[in-house]
């Protein structure tokens, strides 16, 4: 666990707003098609960056950055996040979380504290199947509360959903759907093979841009939008 790096900038998913990014080392899931194998597979040989040493890092980029993006891995694993994202809201920044929704107990302390202005939370795959998504068993019954405590939060959230072919189909729209039912945006976004952490997806292909707006029809029976996002 612990922070592995501090990158550069980035958009904020504000119009016109730019961040820095914080990754955390550690996953609560193993993904087969994950952009950040290194994160999740071996953190422990990065090295943890101090929180003293990211915060100065931010103090001195506050003049050009809005906010900071906290991603991994999984963030919500390490005891220091609240400690990290209060340090940032301190420095007068917007802070986003992206997270799997496995740990709400944690969305639940950052949410009371306003600690979060935008979360990002990936839904991978209709529950059932989540267990093909770790070597471990996965409490699904965390998704359920995560995406409540953020249909009710009043900051900006998306769902998101990565289109993996192997993972994701029709049939698990409509139970993710069911899922995510009433909330403000679900975002589809398109799979990238190359970045995959195993060999098998990265030799797979992605669906071509029509079956990602077939799937949005879909989804929009759920939700009150749906994006469409990398084709």
Same mark, same amino acid.
């Given at each position: 666990?612990?922070?592995?790096?501090?990158?550069?900038?980035?958009?904020?998913?504000?119009?016109?707003?730019?961040?820095?990014?914080?990754? @955390?080392?550690?996953?609560?899931?193993?993904?087969? @098609?994950?952009?950040?194998?290194?994160?999740?597979?071996?953190?422990?040989?990065?090295?943890?960056?101090?929180?003293?040493?990211?915060?100065?890092?931010?103090?001195?980029?506050?003049?050009?950055?809005?906010?900071?993006?906290?991603?991994?891995?999984?963030?919500?694993?390490? &005891? $220091?996040? #609240?400690?990290?994202? &209060?340090?940032?809201?301190?420095?007068?920044?917007?802070?986003?979380?992206?997270?799997?929704? *496995?740990?709400?107990?944690?969305?639940?302390?950052?949410?009371?504290?306003?600690?979060?202005?935008?979360?990002?939370?990936?839904?991978?795959?209709?529950?059932?199947? @989540?267990?093909?998504?770790?070597?471990?068993?996965?409490?699904?019954?965390?998704?359920?509360?995560?995406?409540?405590?953020?249909?009710?939060?009043?900051? #900006?959230?998306?769902? !998101?959903?990565?289109?993996?072919?192997?993972?994701?189909? #029709?049939?698990?729209?409509?139970?993710?759907?069911?899922?995510?039912?009433?909330?403000?945006?679900?975002?589809?976004? $398109?799979?990238?093979?190359?970045?995959?952490?195993?060999?098998? *997806?990265?030799?797979?292909?992605?669906?071509?841009?029509?079956?990602?707006? !077939?799937?949005?029809?879909? &989804? &929009?029976?759920?939700?009150?939008?749906?994006?469409?996002?990398?084709?």
């Amino acid at each position: 666990m612990g922070i592995k790096g501090v990158q550069g900038t980035s958009l904020l998913d504000y119009p016109g707003r730019i961040a820095s990014l914080v990754f @955390y080392g550690g996953c609560n899931l193993s993904c087969p @098609y994950c952009h950040n194998p290194a994160l999740v597979q071996t953190p422990d040989e990065m090295e943890d960056i101090a929180i003293s040493a990211v915060v100065e890092m931010l103090r001195q980029r506050r003049g050009f950055i809005d906010g900071v993006v906290i991603s991994g891995g999984e963030p919500t694993l390490d &005891a $220091q996040l #609240e400690t990290l994202a &209060a340090a940032v809201k301190q420095l007068g920044l917007l802070v986003k979380l992206d997270t799997n929704g *496995l740990r709400p107990q944690v969305l639940k302390r950052l949410l009371e504290r306003d600690l979060l202005d935008y979360v990002g939370m990936d839904v991978k795959t209709a529950p059932q199947r @989540y267990s093909q998504l770790h070597h471990g068993r996965v409490d699904t019954s965390a998704l359920a509360h995560s995406v409540a405590l953020l249909n009710e939060a009043t900051i #900006e959230v998306e769902f !998101r959903t990565t289109c993996v072919p192997q993972f994701v189909a #029709e049939d698990d729209i409509r139970a993710m759907g069911e899922l995510l039912r009433g909330a403000r945006l679900w975002v589809l976004q $398109q799979f990238v093979p190359a970045h995959a952490m195993t060999e098998r *997806l990265r030799a797979s292909e992605a669906y071509p841009a029509e079956t990602l707006r !077939r799937f949005a029809t879909v &989804a &929009a029976d759920y939700v009150a939008e749906v994006t469409v996002r990398g084709v």
